[in-house]
T-cell receptor, first 115, second 111 residues
Framework: DAGVTQSPTHLIKTRGQQVTLRCSPK?????VSWYQQALGQGPQFIFQ???????QRGNFPDRFSGHQFPNYSSELNVNALLLGDSALYLC??????????????FGPGTRLTVT | AQTVTQSQPEMSVQEAETVTLSCTYDTSESNYYLFWYKQPPSRQMILVIR??????QNATENRFSVNFQKAAKSFSLKISDSQLGDTAMYFC????????FGTGTRLQVFP
């Protein structure tokens, strides 16, 4: 049973560019959440997708957008990259949306470096 | 807004000894979950243990146990018989349907 997978593993971009990160949820999961983990910090919630719609959003600017596909996989897009966007981006999937007891399974993350 | 605070940036323990990691949180919610996640150098977040707020009994998973004090909003993790493989960052997290993490505690287990 494949767990959560993310691609690419590492990415280097220049300020002002755009980036797309990808996530495939664990088999059987239909909800995907994205987190940003800056160096030395805990992950911060970006947004959550269920049934191809953004259901919740954390305190991140509109430069951060996402998408969920019918097969439940998801993309995170970041426009107009800033140096401060350099971080580990984690994807997590769960069985379904809006359940307090639902465990989130994390992928290995994508390390984004903005120069 | 919910907040999670981990006041110990770094901890160290000798192999086979016991160590306790601290976590406090703030919320006005009545129904929630609390989690401890482990993040080794491989970066993969792994769930260690979770506690349901409405359960008074402290959760236990093998060598890992928690001390959950709801009134004090405290949720500490005790690791017994520490092993070298326990070396990692440990994050406390508050959860409803999304997770709010603390800043983490780096645990080093020495032989």
């Amino acid at each position: 049973d494949a767990g959560v997978t993310q691609s690419p593993t590492h990415l280097i971009k220049t300020r002002g560019q755009q980036v797309t990160l990808r996530c495939s949820p664990k088999s059987g999961h239909d909800t995907v959440s994205w987190y940003q983990q800056a160096l030395g910090q805990g992950p911060q919630f970006i947004f959550q997708y269920y049934e191809e719609e953004e259901r919740q959003r954390g305190n991140f600017p509109d430069r951060f957008s996402g998408h969920q596909f019918p097969n439940y996989s998801s993309e995170l897009n970041v426009n107009a990259l800033l140096l401060g966007d350099s971080a580990l981006y984690l994807c997590a999937s769960s069985l379904t949306w809006n359940r307090e007891d639902d465990e989130q399974y994390f992928g290995p993350g994508t390390r984004l470096t903005v120069t | 807004a919910q907040t999670v605070t981990q006041s110990q940036p770094e901890m160290s323990v000798q192999e086979a000894e016991t160590v306790t990691l601290s976590c406090t949180y703030d919320t006005s919610e009545s129904n929630y979950y609390l989690f401890w996640y482990k993040q080794p150098p491989s970066r993969q977040m792994i769930l260690v243990i979770r506690q349901e707020a409405y359960k008074q009994q402290n959760a236990t998973e093998n060598r890992f146990s928690v001390n959950f004090q709801k009134a004090a909003k405290s949720f500490s993790l005790k690791i017994s018989d520490s092993q070298l493989g326990d070396t990692a960052m440990y994050f406390c997290a508050f959860g409803t349907d999304k997770l709010i993490f603390g800043t983490g505690t780096r645990l080093q287990v020495f032989p």
